[in-house]
């Protein structure tokens, strides 16, 4: 992940800070974008066709380095998705707050029938 949301950076300097207290979420939530979006949100996230922002868990950070700890599978296409640039990380399945967001190594067109995944160890998460 390459950038974090205007929303998260408010959130990491009042915590760190200005001791205001923030809830990490329970659940984190991969959404898939045909046009990216900014840290101020927007973009186009697919929707239709069976999609479904899907959930996923991370390893332990090590060395300001993290990723996801299994595959991350989307369910099949019942129409096309269109082609995928970009996903972001939200703390809800549907809204509320995105996190932070990245654009794809490479982008992929997904079809009717086809199933977009991530392979475990593949979201690559960094603070430099």
Excluded at 25 to 43: E, I, M, N, Q, S
Excluded at 87 to 94: G, H, P
């Amino acid at each position: 992940m390459a950038e974090f949301s205007d929303f998260f950076e408010d959130k990491i300097i009042d915590h760190m800070l200005r001791a205001v207290a923030f809830t990490p979420p329970a659940t984190l939530y991969l959404a898939l974008y045909t046009t990216a979006p900014t840290d101020a949100g927007g973009g186009t996230e697919v929707s239709g066709g069976a999609y479904a922002r899907q959930s996923f868990t991370l390893t332990v950070a090590s060395g300001g380095a993290s990723s996801n700890s299994a595959d991350i599978t989307f369910p099949t296409a019942t129409a096309a998705w269109g082609t995928v640039v970009a996903c972001a990380i939200w703390d809800n399945a549907a809204t509320p707050n995105m996190l932070m967001w990245s654009n794809l190594d490479a982008s992929k067109t997904v079809t009717t029938g086809d199933t977009f995944k991530i392979n475990a160890g593949d979201l690559d998460i960094t603070v430099d």
